[in-house]
């Protein structure tokens, strides 16, 4: 276990600590701000400024939207595949796998660059083949937007959870598949009733990643910033800790946002963990 500690030490323990730290100092100039600059200690300051600032309560709540909408359709869709492809209705299923993880592959910045592009009208193939049949649709408008970004986050990950899945899916006993189907069960009862309840950890695992990666929801957002007015420069928690530290340069201010936003992620998974336990021991309790 050695290693282990010594690596979450290094790149989780460290940082965190650093972040606590410079939460609790904050630069100051005496005499008029003519003098020295110097660190003073300002207690919890900061985390106050931070929880009553509207912009990032304004992120939170967009990120918790994005959330509502994002993982559901990460964790069906991506599911509803890898059931797809063990169920050997698809033909060229190695192709097929491959070919909905690539995107994957696909750096989250030129993936991002990729969807402005297709976004932006006047370049957009899209937008133009949608207005020759006269479909008008603003990517970057106030209502969607945010399906915009998720739209992204879908292309990107989908194939990665669906191998997670697909993996998952392996693993599960055929012979348990075989007494369905002498008990008459289909292929989507089976599926549904039969394999999806055994890759159940497999679900939780995925839902509760996808949870932790989109509250750092960042990489997309930032580059629609540059095309869309609907995407202030504070739009995720992210986004914000990123334009107080290197935007107003104030790393106190960041830092504390950071250790808010890690509060509510450990939180978050706390919470879906002690559910998904409690959930198991009645299933337990109730065979």
């Known amino acids: 276990m050695t290693p282990f500690f010594v690596l979450l030490g290094l790149v989780f323990l460290a940082p965190v600590a650093t972040a606590i730290w410079l939460s609790l100092f904050s630069d100051d100039q005496p005499g008029l701000g003519f003098g020295a600059e110097r660190s003073v200690f300002v207690g919890l300051r900061s985390y106050a400024a931070v929880l009553g600032d509207p912009t990032f309560l304004d992120g ?32 060229l299923r190695s192709w097929a796998q491959l070919g909905l993880f690539l995107p994957h592959a696909v750096p989250g910045i030129i993936a ?9 009208p006047g370049i957009s193939p899209i937008i133009e083949v949608l207005g020759k049949a006269d479909i008008t649709i603003d990517f970057f408008g106030l209502h969607t937007t945010l399906p915009s970004i998720v739209n992204i986050a879908l292309w990107s990950n989908l194939g990665y959870n669906m191998v997670v899945f ?32 055994l890759v159940r950890s497999s679900i939780v695992m995925v839902a509760m990643f996808t949870m932790i990666w989109s509250l750092q929801l960042y990489t997309e957002p930032m580059l ?6 609907m995407v202030s420069s504070r739009f ?7 334009d107080a530290a290197f935007g107003r340069n104030n790393y106190s201010l960041a830092a504390a946002a950071s250790v808010v936003l890690l509060i509510v992620t450990i939180a978050l998974s706390y919470g879906v963990t002690r559910w998904t336990n409690r959930v198991n021991s009645a299933e337990e309790n109730a065979r």
């Open 236 to 242: 995720s928690p992210s986004m914000y800790i990123y």
């Open 112 to 120: 991002a660059l990729i969807w402005v592009y297709l976004y932006t």
């Open 60 to 91: 939170l709540s967009t990120v918790a939207l994005y959330c509502v909408i994002y993982i559901p359709l990460m964790v069906i869709g991506s599911l509803a595949l890898a059931l797809l492809l063990d169920s050997g209705v698809v033909r």
């Open 224 to 229: 629609l910033h540059q095309s869309s007015q």
């Open 166 to 197: 697909y993996a998952a899916l392996q693993a599960v006993p055929r012979e348990v598949l075989e007494a369905s189907v002498v008990d008459g069960a289909g292929p989507v009862r089976t599926a549904l009733q039969v394999k999806a309840p």
